[in-house]
């Protein structure tokens, strides 16, 4: 079920930025009003990768947050240390995430 899940959402994420670059026009050189012509393959691609990119870092963060609440309810007096080695691994799954998303869309742009 959870991998029904996953992929249900990794369509979810792609289908709108899919359909925000359809052209509302009729087509002049074939293709459909959802799949114009001139979108490649590299949309496709970009799209799946900046979903992947956003996925994974918030699995990242999810995971800390949690770990970090349960181990701040094991041990209160730590509680201060705990936060603070969270907000740091957090910041770097960001800076990794954001990385990741403009490689992705200097990527598509250099097709």
Do not use: N
Request: aromatic share 10%; proline share 4%.
């Amino acid at each position: 079920m959870r991998k029904v899940i996953f992929y249900f959402g990794l369509a979810m994420l792609a289908l709108p930025a899919i359909s925000a670059m359809a052209d509302t026009t009729a087509p002049a050189t074939g293709g459909s009003y959802f799949f114009p012509a001139t979108v490649s393959t590299s949309v496709f691609g970009a799209c799946i990768g900046a979903g992947l990119v956003v996925i994974g870092g918030a699995k990242g963060i999810g995971a800390i947050g949690s770990h970090a609440v349960e181990a701040i309810a094991r041990q209160p007096e730590a509680g201060g240390r705990i936060f603070t080695t969270m907000i740091i691994s957090a910041a770097l799954i960001e800076g990794i995430s954001l990385f990741a998303i403009v490689v992705t869309l200097l990527a598509y742009s250099a097709h």
